[in-house]
């Protein structure tokens, strides 16, 4: 009789384990640790109509695990993509690190984060929901954990201006710095760039009265003006309630400005 019950029991084991989906894969954290992959060391769920909130998804077993590493969800703009994660601090010191998604064009991102009475805090990034620009390129959520603290985390991405499409990382401080300025020198060259051209074209248009010149040094100032936007550079000339009407503008103008050069 014992038998029989002991058998019945792993029975039930496995059937539970094996239907039930387990809470996503433990992040620890380690001194020098590699960037991680949190979309490959987490749990995806990806709610196609948008219906979906943080209290509804807590601890819910539609979350699934992926082998992507990254998300393209393209111009699907009711689409949001969810990502739940654990970061298990094992050591005897405290650890911070940088929550991080690299497409600096979504629109908004919420990371909901425990706090010490057991319960959840949200906190905000994207381009339509930094107040200033800090500096950084990233939009990033710093963390911190204490020595032997696990701590379960949600991440909501979700964009309607643009292609909804991004990575996501988890890096130590060294390393999200030597991520940023590599990122900023990239960002530097290109504005460098568009800069030599615009004064280019512009010298063209002075010495050949050719308007063509100038349409696409329109062009290409909106260009600049709309990327230095998503980049949420242009918190340093306009106010934050008007980034998306900016966008639009300076989308609009580029479009109209490129079709008449290109006539």
Known sequence: MAKIKTIMLKILFFVFFSTVPLFSQTIFLADNQAPINLLQSGELYIDHGGVESFETLYNSSKFLKTSEKFINLGYAFKSVAWLRFTINNDSNETQKRYITVDNTMLDTIELYKPTEDGNYTKELSGVFQRE???????????????PSESQSYYLKVTSTTSALFFKSYLYNERDFYKEEISRQLFYTLFIGAMGILILYNFSLFLFSRDKTYLYYVFYMIASLGQHQTYTSMGLYMWPNDMIKYVIEYESHLGIYYMTVFAL
């Open 132 to 146: 200033r620009f800090d500096n950084i390129l990233h939009f990033n959520f710093p963390v911190e954990l204490k």
